[in-house]
């Protein structure tokens, strides 16, 4: 009987002992578990959002598949029924007019910074999704399978300006229809700020201006207006650190007088990439990008495509005609002009701030007022259109400088 006890004492103790040197591994099997379970939900976090762009996606294909089910019925039916030239004109001009219609779209978010997640499928060959660790998503395109691969071989030149000598521009359509964004919506400012109202595109005084100048500080980030390849990036006389970046439309985009340049020849680049910090390189007389759009070399108002003070672009698809261009647009920018405008300004704005004005009164005479104002009667004459003889009304103002 004591045996037993002893035993059973024993292997109480042996139990109690073991428990005791369970009792942490157990705890670490706990932490273990509870670091899996936040794992697997971090995954499935993940997983929901790769989820929901494939479910977004698939609605995508869905919708493409309706449309084309749509286009091959109204095919089949159209080929049985009689066409009526008219109204597929009429329909197509007006699906036309409302593509051209004015509208407001915002920049892309900005992905400079963001880290990519994984680079997924979209079920279509031309394009990617990329996922930021953001959770946010976009659509990019895929360079390998580009849909016109000519737009950046043909006249491709990554040290010349003006690639484009052999394009018989006489040739060219009145308009061009121009899709400035397609189903990625990539669209960036290349700057967010207000055109210099001196800075404007056109003829100003018979000197050419073929862009516009957004003045900014040194240093600001100046962005790709929208997706293509970086023709030029290097520093050209008057243009100082120029940027030129040919878009999949055909457009041509210039980013002038940076401070830094941050993209190389042939790269690609998506709309919003940060290709360069905004300066005053070149010919320039404080710090301001000089922002010009091309078409084969012609520029025009950039202005016609994208409200620069609320960095918003202004339409989907632009029509671009001929008369837009200006004639002397072949060629870069003459630099001396702008600053031989900007100097010109300056000294009318102090003329104008020199000017005084004077109200006749009683007893005044040309010779005294020559006197007080420190200038001479031809002088005040001259600026009035008035002569010596002149009798002078009482409560007229004159100009006496
Ligand atoms: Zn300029």
């Known amino acids: 009987m004591k045996r037993y006890v002893l035993i059973l004492t024993l292997l109480a103790a042996i139990s109690v002992a073991e428990a005791r040197e369970q009792r942490p591994s157990r705890a670490k099997l706990q932490e273990q578990a509870t670091e899996a379970m936040a794992e697997a939900d971090s995954l499935r976090t993940l997983t929901g959002v ?9 609605s995508l294909l869905d919708g493409a598949e309706a449309r084309l089910m749509a286009r091959s019925n109204a095919l089949r039916s159209d080929a049985s029924a009689p066409v009526d030239p008219e109204q597929a004109a009429a329909d197509s001009i007006a699906a036309l007019q409302l593509r051209l219609e004015r509208k407001q779209i915002e920049s892309t978010f900005d992905t400079n910074g963001l880290t990519v997640l994984d680079t997924l499928s979209s079920g279509n060959d031309a394009l990617f999704v990329i996922l930021y660790g953001n959770n946010t998503w976009k659509y990019v395109r895929n360079r390998a399978v580009a849909r016109d691969s000519t737009i950046f071989e043909k006249y491709w030149d990554t040290k010349s300006l003006f690639p484009y000598q052999k394009v018989d521009m006489s040739s060219m359509p009145q308009s061009v229809v121009i899709d400035l964004i397609d189903s990625t919506k990539s669209y960036h400012y ?5 055109v210099n109202p001196r800075g404007k595109y056109g003829p100003r005084r018979g000197r050419r201006h073929q862009g516009v100048d957004l003045p900014l500080k040194t240093g600001d980030s100046v962005y790709a207006t929208f997706c ?3 023709r030029i990036s290097q520093y050209v006389s008057g243009y100082g650190n ?5 878009h999949d439309n055909g457009l041509e985009t210039y980013y002038g007088h940076l401070s830094e340049r941050l993209v190389e020849p042939n790269q690609w680049v998506e709309a919003g990439h940060i290709i360069g910090l905004g300066g005053s390189t070149g010919r320039s007389t404080g710090p301001h990008l000089h922002f010009e759009t091309r078409y084969y070399g012609q520029a025009f108002d950039p202005e016609r495509l994208i409200d620069f003070k609320n960095g918003i672009l202004c339409r989907e698809t632009f029509l671009l005609k001929k008369s837009f261009f200006s004639i002397y647009s072949n060629a870069g920018q003459d630099f001396d002009d702008e600053i031989a405008n900007e100097e010109q300004d ?4 102090a003329e104008k701030a020199a000017m005084r004005y004077h109200k006749i009164r009683s007893g ?3 010779g005294a007022l020559a006197i007080k104002y420190g200038t001479t009667v031809s002088a005040i004459c001259r600026l009035n259109g008035i002569k010596p003889t002149t009798i002078l009304r009482i409560g007229r103002t004159l100009r006496v400088r």
């Open 50 to 58: 790769q989820q929901s762009v494939i479910d977004s996606l698939q």
């Open 364 to 366: 005044d005479t040309l």
């Open 228 to 230: 293509g390849r970086v």
């Open 242 to 246: 120029l940027v030129i970046i040919r």
């Open 190 to 194: 290349p700057y967010k700020g207000a």
């Open 346 to 349: 300056k000294k009318e704005a």
